[in-house]
């Protein structure tokens, strides 16, 4: 049962954390937060493997005085000039932002490393030493540079079996083999177990920053289609009141001390619930969507709102830097409605129309916002008053739309 259980643990602790699509995010993400780190400690060999073959160099016989010196001295350059190399590529891929060739860069200089640690370790073995290198640089290799659960149970133990039998096979320092070999194969599973433990910790830290912002990206979503729940009519999919007053006019102290311009349509569908009586609500929420699709055209123009103001009463407001006369969308807005040509019989002209009220003039010359509504909405009483589908400017003068 205790075994069953063990296996089960092993089973998990191999199996892969993130699915495959998240290999290259992953890939990047561990290089971004490693970069650093690996430079560093690159960049550290290069100084110490320096630091030593110049003492070899300088030191009484200089550096090929005999083989095993020969041999420090060549292991030396060896990684010294691999590591240049290693770190060149690494930083020009980093610069180009290939990760994936990060990841083989680094599994080709563990390699390196653990060959570099064998020849080493054999020649300490020679001059009678313990095998102390080995013992601290695989930990450290496991600590610091990143490997699968897999790759780091096969680069270890295979590696720590080919220096095995290169000793028993060299007979090289008989006395300490038993205890280097138990002492090292310690050494080699605890390695790995460092090496497993740190590539589980990154890649669940990943997976739960992912996870995080999956969910963070969906709140942002959920918060986006509430604030469009909140500031749209849901029928005609114009701004509702609410966007006017919090959005469009949040900031209409700031508006009017920069003397911007404002104009205010006000349309209202003429004799709307007569049309309601006659052809049935649903055939009066389509009216309002064909008006509301119209109104929606001026809607993405630069400083311009529509909204639905309520029932059959539409919006259309502007706030611009300076005053531009000339322009006039009431008018254009006017004839496209008359082009709509949205049909009705129980009134004279046999189509749908809508009676305008306008007001113009400098945000600083209103108290609020609301006084600007209230002359909109006094200009479409005069417009009403004057027998509808016509449009009527605040103190300024009537046209017809008939």
């Known amino acids: 049962m205790n075994i069953g259980k063990y296996r089960e643990r092993v089973k998990q602790a191999m199996e892969p954390i993130l699915l495959p699509e998240q290999k290259s995010r992953f890939e990047e993400y561990y290089t971004k937060k490693a970069f650093r780190i690996e430079r560093n400690m690159a960049a550290a060999i290069i100084i110490m493997q320096t630091c030593m073959m110049l003492i070899f160099i300088f030191r009484d016989g200089g550096p090929f005085l005999s083989a095993r010196r020969t041999g420090y001295f060549s292991l030396y350059g060896f990684l010294m000039a691999a590591t240049v190399c290693f770190l060149a590529a690494y930083l020009t891929c980093f610069k180009k932002e290939n990760y994936h060739s990060i990841v083989i860069l680094r599994r080709i200089y563990i390699g390196i490393m653990c060959i570099w640690g064998m020849g080493i370790t054999v020649l300490d073995q020679i001059g009678g030493n313990t095998i102390g290198v080995y013992c601290y640089l695989i930990p450290t290799i496991a600590a610091l540079l990143l490997l699968e659960p897999v790759e780091s149970i096969v ?56 996870i995080i912002a999956m969910q963070y990206e969906k709140i942002r979503k959920a918060n986006d289609q509430l604030h469009e729940l909140a500031f749209t009519d849901q029928l005609t999919g114009l701004h509702n009141r609410r966007y006017l007053m919090e959005q469009v006019f949040g900031q209409f102290e700031e508006f009017r001390s920069k003397d911007y311009f404002l104009e205010m349509i006000m349309v209202d569908i003429d004799f709307f619930k007569q049309f309601n009586d006659t052809y049935g609500h649903l055939e009066g929420d389509v009216c309002l969507k064909k008006i509301a699709s119209i109104l929606e055209e001026y809607d993405r123009k630069d400083g311009t709102a529509a909204v639905r103001y309520g029932g059959e009463e539409f919006l259309v407001v502007r706030i ?29 002209w046999k189509r749908v129309t809508v009676s305008m009220g306008i007001w113009k003039g400098l945000m600083k010359e209103l108290d609020s916002v609301e006084s600007a509504i209230r002359y909109a909405d006094k200009a479409l009483y005069h417009a009403k008053s004057a027998g509808r589908n016509c449009i009527y400017r605040y103190g300024q003068e009537e046209s017809g739309g008939k």
């Open 155 to 210: 680069v270890f133990c295979t590696n720590w079996g080919i220096l095995v039998l290169i000793l028993v096979v060299t007979g090289v320092n008989p006395e300490n083999l038993f205890s280097n070999v138990i002492n090292g194969t310690f050494v080699t599973f605890l390695s790995v177990f460092i090496s497993i433990r740190y590539n589980r910790s990154v890649e669940t830290e990943f997976r739960d920053r992912e």
């Open 320 to 348: 611009t830097g300076q005053r531009e006369e000339s322009y006039r969308p009431e008018e254009e807005l006017m004839e496209q409605i008359k082009q709509a040509n949205i049909p009705r019989e129980d009134t004279v």
